[in-house]
Structures are given as structure tokens and as C-alpha cells.
């Protein structure tokens, strides 16, 4: 599995547009890069995956470069209610693999 | 919308009883997980279940842990002799045939 780095923390305002990007250097041809979102004392919940370019969803924007050695989550205008820890994972999403997730990125958001 | 359902919702035990954390997966996936949260730390992964077996276990998946699926819709997990080290929160998860994992609220297990 591919290592990824992500920023500890982050900081934003209600409205803003938030981007997380990840590192990830060693991802393997394979591998698809899959964002979870979790809140205080609950599950992981996924927001979106990508293999590469852009995805777009209801709730986020995933950019992925050529090259596939980072990616970015983007978040339009954020709300008090998307502070949450953000997790990149990377790897070859076969039906039934675990999931490997790293520290991930606090985002807070304040008023 | 289906979502997996986990219970109890806070467990309270004392070092070396046993304890049985249930879930329910969603009712047509097919692969089954538990992860565990250590206060403050992150969510690793504990075990996989397919086709009414272990498909993966992570090395904390020690011999003091089990799981099961004893009738069409629970997904159990034992652990025989608990630790304080065990305490921590335990989600299970579920999936189908497409790889988006779906975690239940999770149970929080305290060991005294």
C-alpha cells in the first residue's frame, strides 16, 4: 500500500472552499485514491474515490494530476458541520480489502 | 437509506471477562470488517469476513478475538479475555460488490 502524507490540521471559515491535498509518490498503477470523512465517536464515512483527472460528487471535488503522486479533496464552501478528520487512502480497491487509514487531516471550520 | 447498526453502544467490562460487540451489516453486502479506534489514535483494522470465513486479520487479531455470523444478518464480534488495552472504539463495516465501505456508529468498549 501506498505511503500518504497529508497536512495535520487545517483551518477554515464558513463559505470558504477547502482543499486537502495528499502525497502520495508510491502509488501503484492499480491503485485508486478514496477520501473518508469522519465526525467525533463515529465511522469513517466515504466521500469520494478516484483513479485519476477529476471526480465530482454532490459533496466534494477530487483533482487528480497526470503524474498521480498527489491529489487534492476539494470541499465548496465548507460549513461549520465539515469539521471533521479528512482521510486519504490509497490502494487497489478490490472488492473486500481493508482499509489502511493514516493520521488524517483535522479540518476546523469557524465562523 | 440502509445503514449498519451496531450494538451496544457503550460497553463497560472488567479486565479478563468476555465480551460480544454485534452488528448488523447493510442486508445485501457481502464483506464484512471490524476496525478499532484507540482514543485519540487512528482507525486500524482488525479483521475481514467473506463467504461465512476470515478472509484477512491484522496482527492485533490475536487468538482472543473471533468473529461470526451466526444467522443471516449479525456479524459478531468476541473478544474472550479482555485487556485494558482493548479498550477502545470498535466499528464494523460492510460493503458490496463496489468497494465503498459503510461503518456503523461503533461501540465503545471500556475495560476496568
Known amino acids: 500500500l501506498a505511503k500518504t502524507t497529508q497536512p495535520i490540521s487545517m483551518d477554515s471559515y464558513e463559505g470558504q472552499e477547502v482543499n486537502i491535498t495528499c502525497s502520495h509518490n508510491?502509488?501503484?498503477?492499480?491503485?485508486?485514491i478514496t477520501w473518508y470523512q469522519q465526525f467525533p465517536s463515529q465511522g469513517p464515512r466515504f466521500i469520494i474515490q478516484?483513479?485519476?483527472t477529476k471526480v465530482t460528487n454532490e459533496v466534494a471535488s477530487l483533482f487528480i494530476p497526470a503524474d498521480r503522486k498527489s491529489s487534492t479533496l476539494s470541499l465548496p464552501r465548507v460549513s461549520l458541520s465539515d469539521t471533521a478528520v479528512y482521510y486519504c487512502l490509497v490502494g487497489y480497491m478490490e472488492y473486500g480489502n481493508k482499509l489502511v487509514f493514516g493520521a488524517g487531516t483535522i479540518l476546523r471550520v469557524k465562523s | 437509506e440502509p445503514e449498519v447498526t451496531q450494538t451496544p453502544s457503550h460497553q463497560v467490562t472488567q479486565m479478563g471477562q468476555e465480551v460480544i460487540l454485534r452488528c448488523v451489516p447493510i442486508s445485501n453486502h457481502l464483506y464484512f470488517y471490524w476496525y478499532r479506534q484507540i482514543l485519540g489514535q487512528k482507525v486500524e483494522f482488525l479483521v475481514s469476513?467473506?463467504?461465512?470465513?476470515?478472509?484477512?486479520k491484522s496482527e492485533i487479531f490475536d487468538d482472543q478475538f473471533s468473529v461470526e455470523r451466526p444467522d443471516g444478518s449479525n456479524f459478531t464480534l468476541k473478544i474472550r479475555s479482555t485487556k485494558l488495552e482493548d479498550s477502545a472504539m470498535y466499528f464494523c463495516?460492510?460493503?458490496?460488490?463496489?468497494?465503498?465501505?459503510?461503518f456503523g456508529p461503533g461501540t465503545r468498549l471500556t475495560v476496568l
Open positions: 478516484g483513479y485519476k
Open positions: 469476513f467473506y463467504n461465512n470465513e476470515i478472509s484477512e
Open positions: 508510491n502509488i501503484a498503477t492499480n491503485d485508486y
Open positions: 463495516a460492510s460493503s458490496g460488490t463496489y468497494n465503498e465501505q459503510f
